[in-house]
């Protein structure tokens, strides 16, 4: 069964600086992947999705994933935080080998951005 | 705007106590599904449903139930509630129906149900 891996529980970054928010799958085969993001007292939110069309995502909100099939990686970038993206970030995939869109989450990375 | 409904944002509940939650979507989704959310462990689904009055259990079943008895509404109950049912509670739903492999499905989320036991 696939399975991901977050590698950060949080991740703090200063506003204006770099955000990377790092993923790691396991699969026999490539996969589909998703970002979804959670702003405090909200529901999850999809920011992207990869589906085998082109390893480079963009999604909503400046962020971009690429897929990267050789280092099990599906890593999330933004170049420039903002306050608004302080939230928890999933890394997701679907549970292979089941049907009816059944989703396998990562722990979550929760995303600090200082002034 | 609102897609995924869930009836109680915060719940407060005693030990024994049954407990409805409840979940409403107007999209016409096949798929239904509750997870519970908790920190470090991402989330976890507790059931899901791909037709009225079917269901499946998800990865951590015991203690809960669950009723789908129109296509828009899925409801989770717990029978008699403990404090390890402390938890943030999602609903989602998605249009796909059955796939057998890896479907891209894009789930939509209601904005949770915070349950606390004593």
């Known amino acids: 069964a696939q399975s991901v891996t977050q590698l950060d529980s949080h991740v703090s970054v200063s506003e204006g600086t770099p955000v990377l928010l790092r993923c790691n799958y396991s699969?026999?085969?490539?996969?589909?992947l998703f970002w979804y993001v959670q702003h405090p007292n909200k529901g999850l939110q999809l920011l992207l999705k990869?589906?085998?069309?082109?390893?480079l995502v963009k999604g909503i909100n400046g962020f971009e994933a690429e897929f990267k099939k050789s280092e099990t990686s599906f890593h999330l970038t933004k170049p420039s935080a903002h306050m608004s993206d302080a939230a928890e970030y999933f890394c997701v995939a679907p549970a292979v080998g089941t049907s009816y869109g059944k989703l396998t989450f990562g722990q979550g990375t929760i995303l600090t951005v200082h002034p | 705007d609102v897609k995924v409904t869930q009836s109680s944002r915060y719940l407060v509940k005693r030990t024994g106590e049954k407990v409805f939650l409840e979940c409403v979507q107007d999209?016409?989704?096949?798929?239904m599904f509750w997870y519970r959310q908790d920190p470090g462990l991402g989330l976890r689904l507790i059931y899901f449903s791909y037709d009225v009055k079917m269901k499946e259990k998800g990865d951590i079943p015991e203690g809960y139930s669950v009723s789908r008895e129109k296509k828009e509404r899925f409801s989770l109950i717990l029978e008699s509630a403990s404090t390890n049912q402390t938890s943030m509670y999602l609903c989602?739903?998605?249009?796909?129906?059955?796939?057998?492999?890896?479907?891209?499905?894009?789930?939509?989320f209601g904005a949770g149900s915070r349950l606390t036991v004593l």
């Open positions: 699969s026999s085969y490539s996969p589909s």
């Open positions: 999209m016409d989704h096949e798929n």
């Open positions: 989602a739903s998605t249009y796909l129906r059955a796939s057998g492999s890896s479907g891209a499905n894009v789930l939509t």
């Open positions: 990869y589906t085998s069309a082109a390893t």
